[in-house]
């Protein structure tokens, strides 16, 4: 097994990186506080140079990082597996606040309260830690007792005595509805912050935008009233998404702020149905109908992987710069009541070499998957294939989009393989509309992809899934 030597210039730091392990997992497990957010290409807080040796390059959001910046030398650290020995610099940060340190620690749940029918405020106060040091939008990863670890956002100021958090229960999901239905103010709770770069840049003095989407509010929360007690006075445009009135939460909250400070707006969106009291549509809609240009601004996002993208896709649009974008992107695992033993992952494969580098998965309607393999091994790290060959036949996904993590890019295309197992009803290449993970095991995951087809009339969807590794999921 060969492990390969990488040097970080600007710190002056020399480290390992095992077979599958990207430069920022080598650099976090080494202590090195290196600029990261996302974890999954998608926000590009940990863009770097390469200096020296190689490296291959799992997929990407175009927006983290363009072909024009990969031509120049820069890589993602979350998405860089190191192929020789390797030297590596971080590109300059604007805010030096958002490397510092992360500190573990041990704490102490004292508060909970319901924000909403699924988030739950959890305020946890650090043992000998007063004030506690973070940056506002960074992240904490936090354990209690018998269940995995999960990552979520301060959603305070810093300098306090405790860190708040607002969780959200996702069905089936170990953490989360530990913390619903079983925490207790006295519970232990274990502490690793602060992490993540999408952190608030103090020194600019341009219009600063927010976009939350969900329990994405608790950083733009922290952001927000950070920036107002600091004294910016710059405009700042919150945006805050969900899907019908039950799912909203700290509006008053917003609200009075913006009372208080002229400069604030806060802007509710409701995605589901028509309201009376709040704007409907998408939370990005609401953004394109109301800001045409966005240069000088900052933007900070925080939300689902779809609301993330979008937001990229219409902030660019309108003239924000890439290094002005700072996105912190909410994955939620969700396990289905069909589980297997802890710690099978079934039988390992290795997939034939394709030198047009796609992946095959099956077009499966039902709810069950026959046999699905690890494919930890074979050079598509946290990609896996369901092997089954069903009536449906099999179609393909470009790796560029599909390998890694679950962020895949909507929109893009995905093709019909071996046509006439699909009848004369076969839809043609399609593209994906959004994607979705399920917790199946500690090591094995099911996707779900919703797929849209061009027709005559219109266009129509249909569900594919595929089989992932739930370890290498980002936040």
Not at 18 to 42: D, I, K, M, N
Not at 241 to 251: H, I, N, S, T
Not at 434 to 456: A, D, N, Q, W
């Amino acid at each position: 097994m060969t492990v390969n030597r990488i040097d970080i210039r600007l710190v002056g730091i020399s480290l390992e990186a095992s077979p599958g392990q990207t430069l920022l997992e080598a650099a976090l497990a080494a202590g090195v506080a290196y600029p990261h957010g996302c974890r999954s290409g998608r926000c590009g807080s940990c863009k770097s140079r390469l200096i020296e040796g190689e490296m291959d390059l799992l997929p990407h959001s175009r927006f983290a990082l363009s072909e024009e910046e990969k031509a120049q030398g820069l890589i993602l650290a979350c998405r860089a597996l190191p192929l020789t020995d390797a030297a590596v610099a971080w590109l300059d940060s604007d805010e030096p606040d958002a490397a510092q340190p992360s500190n573990r620690m041990n704490g102490v749940v004292t508060w909970l309260e319901d924000l909403t029918h699924d988030i739950k405020l959890v305020r946890i106060v650090p043992e000998n830690a007063t004030p506690l040091h973070f940056s506002a939008g960074q992240y904490a990863h936090v354990s209690f007792k018998g269940v995995p670890s999960r990552s979520y956002s301060m959603a305070n100021r810093p300098g306090g005595d405790s860190l708040e958090f607002h969780i959200r229960r996702v069905p089936g999901g170990a953490t989360s509805e530990h913390v619903h239905d079983a925490l207790s103010p006295g519970d232990q709770a274990q502490l690793e912050f602060p992490l993540g770069s999408s952190a608030l840049r103090r020194d600019h003095s341009g219009p600063i935008l927010c976009l939350a989407g969900g329990s994405g509010l608790a950083p733009i929360k922290s952001i927000v009233e950070t920036a107002l007690a600091h004294g910016m006075d710059q405009p700042v445009h919150v945006y805050f998404g969900a899907r019908a009135v039950r799912d909203l939460y700290l509006v008053e909250h917003f609200q009075a702020l913006a009372r208080k400070h002229a400069n604030l707006t806060f802007t509710p969106v409701l995605s589901e149905g028509p309201s009376a009291q709040y704007r409907s549509g998408y939370v990005t809609q609401a953004l394109e109908q109301d800001l045409a240009d966005l240069a000088g601004w900052k933007a900070y996002v925080a939300g689902p992987p779809q609301m993330v993208d979008a937001a990229m896709e219409a902030t660019f649009a309108r003239g924000l710069q890439r290094e002005d974008m700072h996105a912190d992107v909410f994955y939620t695992p969700r396990s289905p009541s069909r589980r297997f033993a802890p710690g099978h992952c079934g039988p390992k494969i290795r997939p034939a070499a394709s030198s047009s580098r796609r992946a095959f998965f099956n077009r499966s309607l039902g709810p069950d998957l026959d046999r699905c393999f690890s494919a930890r091994d074979c050079g598509i790290p946290g990609f896996f294939e369901n092997l089954k060959n069903g009536r449906h036949g099999r179609r393909r996904l470009d790796l560029d989009h599909a390998r890694g993590r679950i962020g895949l890019d909507p929109g893009i295309q995905v093709e019909g393989l071996d046509r006439p197992g699909y009848g004369s009803g076969a839809p043609p290449a399609g593209h994906l509309l959004y994607s979705e993970f399920h917790e199946i095991s500690p090591c094995l995951g099911l996707m779900s992809l919703k797929l849209g087809h061009p027709t005559v009339s219109g266009s129509r969807e249909s569900s594919e899934k595929t089989c992932v590794d739930p370890s290498r999921l980002g936040r």
